[in-house]
């Protein structure tokens, strides 16, 4: 709806009275026609947007778990000298 809004800004702009603070009445701003897919079409794209979101958290545990092991073997590669310990 934001961006519906956004994008018909100035053609609802267009809509406002000449006064000192530009004013759209109820029943001129309800006319305004925004275009939307149907129900059934919302309901897919929701869907497809949550599997992603779905996709890009899982990707993010791997990454965090693969940065997890990387600090792992570094630690391993370069142990701290048993004299240096506290």
Do not use: T
């Not at 925004?34 to 309901?43: F, G």
């Not at 092991?69 to 004299?83: A, R, S, Y």
């Amino acid at each position: 709806m934001y961006f519906a809004l956004s994008h018909n800004a100035e053609r609802i702009a267009k809509l406002a009275g000449r006064q000192a603070v530009p004013i759209v009445n109820k029943s001129l701003f309800s006319s305004v026609k925004i275009a939307a897919p149907k129900l059934k079409e919302q309901e897919r794209i929701g869907d497809c947007l949550s599997s992603l979101d779905e996709l890009i958290l899982g990707s993010s545990n791997k990454l965090e778990a693969f940065k997890a092991h990387k600090k792992g073997l570094m630690q391993q590669l370069f142990p701290v000298p048993k004299e240096d310990r506290p």
